[in-house]
């Protein structure tokens, strides 16, 4: 069987489900199918928006209403017979949604509300997904990701309860997927009390490589709008490559560092059992893509990894004695408490500098628990990350010309610099 994980961009509009059916009728035959879908388009964004305003008691109605006409504008155009039942499923699940934005209830935790409403998306773009299958004469079935990818209650970045969700995922699907394809959510998962959690943004591709662990899949393909797993964005370069092939190795640094083609956790499940990961154009279908596997090449071409909205943190101790690991200690306990992430340090005699994704409210947290100690906290934020894999002097060059660069730090076969 195979994974297919189809992202916002490959359901943005009635025009990119029927490519989507396509797809799955013309590349999919003759296997059985798994489907994982994202929101809609931007959806998720739209979701988020609409629940902080809920959650700071502001109006929400209108943009609640504009993310529900946008769904049904779409559907209306897939199923021209208004008593098909996709209208009243929609319908249902609109009002859950609704529902649970009306009984936000301060102070429950921002992030466990955020999981139980921003999870709609998915919700919504899977059911006209498997409803749109269907009608155009396919066999095919709705799942609840939420009652197989079981999870703790760290909410918007749940960690996955591996034995528990293979034992179900292997116990129900391979019966059904020998008689349908199965259509289901990426980005959502579930906790033993039914509460709905999230697995981080762009987690959908995470949910795809859960599956295809679970079902031993043969492999996995996600549909993206780019032939393949670029060198770089080209929204920031020109003259992108694609790798035709690469090792599971390389993806990872690369999604580690920021690319932002594949959701980091991705990987290393589909690794642990081998099972090969194509990137595919859904524009292209036929397109050679990108293979993900089990190989080795001795020399490939440099990848470029651009993280935007950073903010560089220096920490330095107010007696001037040095950073030691007592210090180091406290620091990083902080960041951990915060769920702060590092994506560059560095340490000198009495400072240590960070590199993380800005989040104003995170650093208020932070500036105030460990300024109460015994550091003076200094900081720049939006700034830009640089990772350049298999770099040489001359990408280099071309790179760095012309920034003002605040810090820099180099290993054999990684260079990686913070400027503004
Ligand atoms: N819809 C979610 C997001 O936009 C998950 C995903 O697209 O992978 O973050
Ligand atoms: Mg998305």
């Given amino acids: 069987m195979k994974v297919y994980k189809f992202g916002g961009a490959s359901v943005k509009s009635a025009e990119a489900f029927k490519n989507l059916a396509h797809i799955v009728q013309t590349q999919g035959a003759g296997s059985q199918l798994l489907l994982v879908v994202s929101a809609m388009g931007k959806t998720t964004n739209a979701l988020e928006l609409v629940f902080n305003l809920a959650y700071a008691g502001k109006p929400y109605t209108q943009e609640l209403q504009q993310c529900f006409s946008y769904h049904t504008e779409i559907v209306k155009e897939l199923f021209t017979n208004a008593g098909h039942p996709v209208y009243e499923r929609l319908e249902h699940l609109f009002s859950g949604l609704e529902h649970e934005l009306q009984s936000i209830k301060l102070p429950d935790s921002y992030d466990k ?95 795809a490589a859960i599956f295809a662990y679970c079902l031993d899949a043969e492999a996995m393909y996600i549909w993206k709008d780019v032939e393949g797993l670029l060198n770089a964005d080209p929204k920031y370069f020109s003259d992108t490559v694609r790798y035709p092939e690469i090792s599971y190795q390389e993806t990872i640094e690369m999604a580690y ?55 560089l943190i220096s920490f330095s101790v107010k007696d001037f004695t040095f950073i030691t690991e007592q210090n180091l200690g406290t620091i990083f306990n902080a960041l951990s408490e915060l769920r702060i992430k590092i994506n560059l340090m560095q ?69 990686q610099f913070v400027s503004k």
């Fill in 113 to 207: 509300l955020y999981d139980q409403t921003v999870s709609y998306g998915e919700l919504f773009s899977s059911t006209i997904v498997q409803h749109f299958l269907e009608q155009q004469g396919m066999k095919a079935t709705w799942i609840d990701s939420r009652k197989y990818i079981q999870t703790d209650n760290t909410w918007r970045e749940a960690k996955v309860d591996w034995a528990w969700s293979e034992r179900v995922i292997k116990r129900d699907l391979p019966a059904l997927l020998a008689q349908q394809i199965i259509v289901t959510q990426g980005f959502i998962g579930g906790t033993n009390n039914r509460l709905t959690t999230t697995l981080g943004r762009e987690g959908s591709d995470f949910s």
């Fill in 347 to 415: 340490n000198s005699a009495i400072s240590f500098s960070i590199c993380t994704d800005y989040n104003e409210e995170r650093l208020q947290k932070l500036l105030k628990t460990l300024q109460q100690d015994q550091f003076t906290i200094q900081y720049n934020t939006g700034l830009q990350l640089f990772t350049i894999k298999n770099y040489d002097n001359e990408c280099l060059q071309r790179t760095m010309q012309g920034k003002e660069i605040l810090l820099e730090q180099r290993t054999r076969t990684t260079f």
């Fill in 257 to 311: 560092y920021g690319a932002s083609v594949i959701h980091p956790k991705t990987i290393k499940p589909l690794a642990n059992k081998k099972i090969p990961l194509y990137v595919k154009s859904f524009l292209n279908p036929t397109g050679a893509g990108t293979r993900i596997c089990d190989c080795r090449f001795e020399k490939i071409a440099p990848a470029f990894i651009i993280k935007e909205n950073q903010c």
